[in-house]
């Protein structure tokens, strides 16, 4: 691949065997849906960053909900590919406005939330959409998205969208996939994935997932739609930024092959307002306590951690850590989550896996009756909310509590 500038010569197994055809589709509306590291944002990210390199001036649009999770997301995904590709020297990174430009071929990537209308107005000529984590907006975003993406321009204009297949009530489902319309079919690619498709995924990646059941396993192992039963929490929202407290608590949830887990929860008025701060995999308390040295105050944190890993708690304590663990008792995971359901929940900023899990959190339904009963479907895929259950539970549930100071 090549323009009058520089030659960009790309070798075909940097790409999945399941995504390299989707590089010559030619439709406006590019579905890409499937189950977790199934390489769909690694591909877009390929395919957008080939497209900067190689075709004078796009303006493309790279989008999600919130602005703040796309630093974290696509857009250190594009850099790493830019670094990995040795690509620095001919294209220029611009952290705080979050653009990547190609100068030579007055071409450039804009990182842009829909909650940033005044920005999102600003961008004209666009030509590329991605629109990731898609399953967070709605029709209506993509309605005002697809109305921006007009105009003359030398190039095909497409949206691509990204997601985990997290609900059978969604909109894509219903407007793509399964759509009767023949005019959108014909301007729509559906493509499934999941992680056997991804020939680079750890083999750990791999194992976590197989760790999944029912409903969780079905979306983020399998790829295909999840039909929870009834959700138990769905008085979710998005918040800007977490309240100020005095004290901050964090809720910790110990794994290996599960992932780990670090979720500080407040409590405001009506609202509880909770962040993800640790989701991972293969990682040990001494991993866990460098992350937190590097981004708490000890001072002013509580932890309450995991009953089940009295040996993690004491280490965390001789850390120089006031943690606790937490008090678990009969039907105590039932109350808690009857509890939190009295109030509005709000998710701030980059929690993705927080909001993965609590679109699957849901009651279990008897095989034998139908019946919604009033014990939690146990899918494996509830850490994040563990750590900020226990927060709850021993907190703001007002149980007694004896804290401990190293």
């Known amino acids: 691949m090549s323009n009058p500038h520089f030659q960009l010569k790309l070798k075909r197994r940097i790409f999945n065997d399941a995504f390299y055809p989707l590089l010559k589709s030619k439709k406006r509306y ?95 000529g666009i030509t590329q959409i991605w629109v990731e984590e898609a399953h967070q907006i709605t029709q209506e975003d993509f309605e005002e998205l697809n109305r921006r993406l007009r105009g003359k321009t030398k190039h095909l204009k497409q949206i691509w969208m990204s997601f985990n297949p997290v609900n059978q009530q969604l909109w894509q489902k219903r407007y793509f996939i399964d759509s009767a319309d023949d005019s959108i079919r014909a301007k729509t690619l559906v493509h499934h994935s999941t992680i056997l498709d991804n020939k680079f995924a750890p083999a750990e990646d791999l194992e976590t997932l197989q760790l999944l059941r029912g409903t969780a396993r079905k979306v983020f192992l399998e790829g295909q739609f999840g039909v929870p039963d009834q959700l138990i929490l769905t008085a979710i929202s998005n918040a800007d930024q977490f309240p100020e407290t005095k004290t901050k608590y964090y809720g910790i949830d110990f794994g290996f092959i599960a ?56 280490q965390i304590k001789q850390a120089g850590y006031i943690v606790q663990g937490a008090n678990k008792y009969k039907n105590s995971v039932v109350s808690s989550l009857k509890w939190m359901q009295q109030y509005d929940i709000k998710i701030v900023d980059d929690s993705p896996n927080l909001r993965k899990e609590l679109s699957m959190l849901s009651w279990y339904k008897d095989k034998k009756t139908g019946l919604i009963t009033e014990v939690v479907d146990d899918n494996g895929f509830d850490h994040a909310i563990d750590a900020a259950r226990y927060v709850c539970l021993n907190v703001f549930m007002k149980q007694k509590i004896s804290i401990s100071f190293a």
């Open 30 to 124: 590019n579905i890409l849906f499937g189950g977790s590291n199934s390489g769909k944002s690694h591909f877009i990210a390929q395919m957008l960053l080939i497209k900067l390199l190689t075709e004078p001036e796009h303006r493309m649009l790279i989008t999600r909900k919130v602005k703040n999770t796309l630093r974290l997301s696509a857009f250190q995904l594009i850099k790493d590919y830019v670094y990995r590709w040795k690509l620095d020297d001919i294209i220029n990174i611009n952290k705080a406005d979050m653009t990547i430009t190609c100068e030579d071929l007055n071409a450039s990537i804009n990182f842009v939330g829909l909650d940033d209308t005044g920005k999102l107005m600003s961008i004209e």
């Open 259 to 314: 992932p780990m887990t670090l979720v500080e929860t407040a409590l405001k008025e009506r609202t509880i307002y909770m962040q993800e701060h640790y989701y991972k995999t293969h990682t040990n308390i001494d991993d866990l306590i460098a992350f937190m040295d590097s981004n708490l105050d000890k001072r002013s944190s509580i932890l309450i951690a995991d009953s089940e890993d009295p040996a993690a708690i004491a």
